[in-house]
């Protein structure tokens, strides 16, 4: 490996001697929360909805006709749980280092914490039991804590932001759109909370589904390009791409969000529609040009020490799954420009667990085990992936291939195959999942090792000085 390279601090593969960049600061422990709560709401809520959600699709008794309150809950645990927590948390501990600043206080980052996964939990109890007035108040209640949470987590990026030394790249423009975005999430749960609570606890098609492209590609998916584009370039051997290169998706996407928005606020069905249209062209190209710009969807990471190579198939995958996410909404989008309806439901379906179950979760496992600190020592060691990180990989990318082909069966193959397809897309999900958080729980296990090999490496230094 060159002794030279750019940007080389985000690799975070220094040698072993180095206290400083292996150790973090006590106070950025609290993103450990924000891990532990992401994972307990996928593989506790999330992924168990789903399966339940698609078995009941196909009649199953005691099921289906809570299949509509169950199709919610599944959604929000996974996007407001397991990719809203494990965002928040990774972005408050990354982003003062990307702005060259201090890290942020223990108590402000764990605040944050119990507004979001409190909220998040709240919603997904209220609406995985069904109609009724309980629903309805954990509904309510869960919606404006977690909107406290979404409002205060964006303060404080903008707080980084406002105070950070390097604005001329593009993760602080992706950072500062996600920031605002999370904003409008935290006045979009309002409006969920109050709506559902008026109508047995299930929030009206329209505002729940335009909620999620909302979030998924704004509020979560700024960050993506925020973390990916200072990052992921430079584990494949290539600069970081020039703001100038990046404007011009990035404010397509923000554009496609906004049109996304302003149909929240249209009464002509058409009109709305076409909206949306628009808004899927804009942001589905959008994104179809971010994956291999800010991110790779080719290449060898030949950057990253032997060890640490094999998590960067996840996330090559993660942005081949972001550019196939973008292809069907601009697909998706010209249909309903064209008709003024809402069309093409498989390639909607195809295109969130795309980017949902793809782009976001095949991401945070492959960007955790690069970047996160307690698989600091997973990084440096030698040999090849182990058992656990076979059954991720393969777990997660069958479930990808087979619940997008669910979707895209939509009118060819009937309900009950395409369900128990779904279904067993749930299971292998699971699975992966479960896997990687054994991956995470042993890499924490064995960071008292890490600090022993740290303070003999040190000593031996010393001893030769």
């Known amino acids: 490996m060159a002794s030279k390279r750019p940007d080389k601090e985000l690799l975070l593969e220094p040698p072993i001697v180095r206290h400083a960049e292996l150790t973090p600061a006590p106070e950025d422990r609290v993103y450990l929360l924000f891990v532990a709560g992401a994972f307990i709401a996928a593989l506790g809520g999330g992924f168990v909805l789903g399966l339940l959600t698609a078995l009941g699709e196909t009649g199953l008794d005691g099921l289906d006709g809570d299949v509509p309150w169950l199709i919610q809950a599944h959604g929000w645990a996974q996007l407001q749980g397991w990719a809203g927590l494990f965002v928040a948390g990774m972005g408050l501990r990354l982003l003062p280092r990307f702005a060259g600043r201090r890290p942020l206080p223990g108590l402000l980052t764990a605040g944050v914490f119990v507004l979001l996964a409190g909220g998040m939990a709240l919603r997904v109890a209220g609406q995985a039991t069904g109609p009724g007035r309980a629903s309805e108040a954990l509904l309510l209640a869960g919606c404006v804590a977690a909107a406290a949470g979404a409002a205060a987590f964006a303060t404080t990026v903008g707080a980084v932001l406002g105070r950070a030394r390097h604005r001329h790249d593009p993760w602080f423009a992706f ?235 939509s009118g060819i193959a009937g309900l009950d195959a395409r369900m128990h397809l779904a279904a067993a897309a749930g299971v292998l999900a699971w699975a992966g999942l479960a896997a990687f958080a054994g991956m995470a729980a042993h890499a924490l296990s064995q960071e008292r090792r890490r600090k022993a090999l740290i303070a003999g490496n040190a000593e031996a230094a010393r001893a030769r000085r």
């Not at 791409?241 to 069905?269: K, Y």
């Not at 899927?280 to 994956?291: P, Q, R, T």
């Open 175 to 409: 950072a500062a759109a996600g920031a605002c975005w999370w904003v409008v999430w935290a006045g979009l749960l309002l409006a969920a909370g109050v709506r559902g609570a008026a109508n047995d606890a299930f929030v009206p098609v329209h505002l729940d589904d335009t909620s999620t492209w909302i979030v998924a590609l704004g509020a979560v998916g700024n960050f993506i390009w925020a973390v990916q584009s200072r990052a992921v370039p430079i584990f494949f051997g290539r600069k970081t791409p020039p703001l100038r290169r990046a404007a011009l998706p990035g404010t397509l996407l923000q554009l496609g969000l906004l049109a996304l928005l302003v149909s929240l606020w249209t009464d002509d069905p058409a009109t709305r529609e076409r909206l949306v249209g628009a808004g899927f062209v804009l942001a589905g190209a959008a994104i179809a040009v971010l994956a291999p710009l800010a991110g790779s969807i080719w290449g060898e990471a030949d950057r990253l020490r032997p060890r640490a190579r094999s998590a960067a198939r996840f996330v090559i995958a993660g942005n081949l799954a972001a550019l196939a996410a973008g292809l069907f909404l601009v697909w998706a989008g010209v249909l309903s420009l064209i008709s003024g309806d809402y069309e093409a439901f498989g390639l909607r379906d195809a295109a969130r667990h795309a980017f949902g179950l793809g782009t976001i979760t095949l991401l945070i496992a492959g960007m955790a085990q690069l970047v996160a600190p307690f698989f600091a020592l997973r990084r440096v060691e030698a040999g090849g992936p182990a058992l656990a990180d076979r059954v991720a990989w393969w777990g997660l990318l069958l479930a990808l291939v087979a619940r997008v082909l669910s979707g895209l069966l």
